[in-house]
C-alpha cells in the first residue's frame, strides 16, 4: 500500500523560513516524479514545485528563487525549503507522486498547512 506523509508545516512570519518533508512508502521511490501543490480556500490547487526522477527541478513563477525542491532517495523523502516566506503563500501544501512505472497512479498526502503572517 502506497503512503505519501507530508510534515513541518506551521505558522511563521512574512520573511521566514520553512521545511517542509514529504515521506513515502510502499512504492518505488526513485523512479518516481514528485511534486509540492498548494490550495487556498475556493481556489484550484496549483503546482508549486516538481522534481523528477532524475533530478531534474521545476518551479511556480511565483515561488522561483525562493522554493528549492530536493529529494533524497535514501530516505524516500522530498523536501521543500521555502524562504523569503508572504502571506500569499499561505495554503495547504500536499505532496504528490507519481507512479514512475503504468500505471501512472498519482498519489497524495493528507496535506500540511503553511500560515505566513504579515
Known amino acids: 500500500q502506497v503512503q505519501v506523509v507530508e510534515s513541518g508545516g506551521g505558522l511563521v512570519r512574512a520573511g521566514g523560513s520553512l521545511r517542509l518533508s514529504c515521506a513515502a512508502s510502499?512504492?518505488?521511490?526513485?523512479?518516481?516524479?514528485m511534486s509540492w501543490y498548494r490550495q487556498t480556500p475556493g481556489k484550484e490547487r496549483e503546482l508549486v514545485a516538481v522534481?523528477?526522477?532524475?533530478?531534474?527541478?521545476n518551479y511556480a513563477d511565483s515561488v522561483k528563487g525562493r522554493f528549492t525542491i530536493s529529494r533524497d532517495n535514501t530516505k524516500n523523502t522530498v523536501y521543500l525549503q521555502m524562504n523569503s516566506l508572504k502571506p500569499e503563500d499561505t495554503a495547504v501544501y500536499y505532496c504528490?507522486?507519481?507512479?514512475?512505472?503504468?500505471?501512472?497512479?498519482?498519489?497524495w498526502g493528507k496535506g500540511t498547512l503553511v500560515t505566513v503572517s504579515s
Open positions: 504528490n507522486l507519481r507512479r514512475g512505472l503504468p500505471p501512472y497512479i498519482d498519489y
Open positions: 510502499g512504492i518505488i521511490f526513485s523512479i518516481s516524479p
Open positions: 522534481v523528477t526522477s532524475g533530478g531534474t527541478t
